[in-house]
């Protein structure tokens, strides 16, 4: 007949079976020593150093060529004891190849034992330098930049922002942006708050918007921005707000009007010109034919005399083209 199958729990179980069993579940390695480091039971691969007790006696023989190590580890165990809470201590192994880093928890078992769980912590270490150094990186380009970047959660709560988008919204509205708080609190303009609403509710579904538009109080600025807004997503995949990279081209924008509003004029005088040109330059055309054909003294005279006068029509209308641009080119050059 079987055996119940509470016969087979760790009640049941030798200590060392037991022992072996809770090493196997637990990711790092564990021994269990009494008050001056003397193992206790089985040493389970410390380390990766050793495997029995046979090989050491105390957490002495681990290190015996880092005495502060062994001294470090002695304290712990002492602490633990006297504490009877958990410690937690952190230490280097030097090999030749490269540093190991290793944490070992101390947990009071109660008379003068002490539970020692050691786990290999160098990946994590490794993980946590190249992450940090990422975000370094991260931070700086975003607080050194001089565009504007902010980002929203799902309430269009700030995440972050920079310098820069705080300087502008200070410009602009006359606010001081907090973390937390929703960016539609600080536009007080209902057009940039209606905008902006509809241009979250499409980023927030997935799409990427690039735009261009006016922001900001008529009172205090309203400037010219470009925009790139675009998802944030968690490693699921599943978006969590939007980030907003904006660039203030304001002054791109003035000069491009600028630019369109020359053209424009230039058009027009062109166009003015040829319609008050047309008739002087027809007028002269026909009267030095007449000149080559005429041979009456009284007629070439009014002949000569209509021409004084086109002539004269046709250098006012110079004078005044040229007048209309020195007008127009001096008036750009004091904006």
Known sequence: MDKPAHDYSYLKMTEEAYTRALVDA????????????VFLGAVADFNNEICA??????????????P???????????????????HVYQYEVKTPLKTRHNEAQF???????????????????ELSSRVYANQAILKAIIENNNDMIFALDLEMRYILFNPAH??????????DIKIGTPMTRYVRVNEDVGLGMSVFQRVIK???????????TESMFRGHTQLHVFPLLDESKKIFGIAVFAKDV??????????????????YLVSDLSHKLRKPVATILG??????????????????SYLHESTAELDECIRQMTQFLEDHTRTDDTK
């Open 287 to 304: 009267l030095v034919q007449l000149v080559d054909e005429e041979k009456n003294i009284k007629d070439l005279q009014k002949i000569l």
């Open 53 to 66: 007790p046979r090989y050491v006696k105390s957490i002495k023989d681990l290190y015996p060529d880092d």
């Open 68 to 86: 502060e190590l062994v001294k470090s580890f002695l304290e712990n165990i002492k602490t633990t004891l006297e504490t009877k809470n958990t």
């Open 26 to 37: 637990l990711s790092g390695d564990i021994c269990l020593v009494d008050g001056n480091g």
């Open 107 to 125: 947990s009071y078992l109660g008379d003068d034992k002490v539970l020692i769980v050691n786990r290999n912590i160098t990946p994590i270490m």
């Open 166 to 175: 705080k300087r502008s919204m200070k410009t602009r509205y006359g606010v």
């Open 206 to 216: 997935g799409e990427r918007v690039i735009f261009e538009s006016d922001f900001g």
């Open 250 to 267: 304001t002054a791109q924008h003035e000069l491009q009007q600028q630019k369109e509003n020359y053209i424009k004029m230039m058009e």
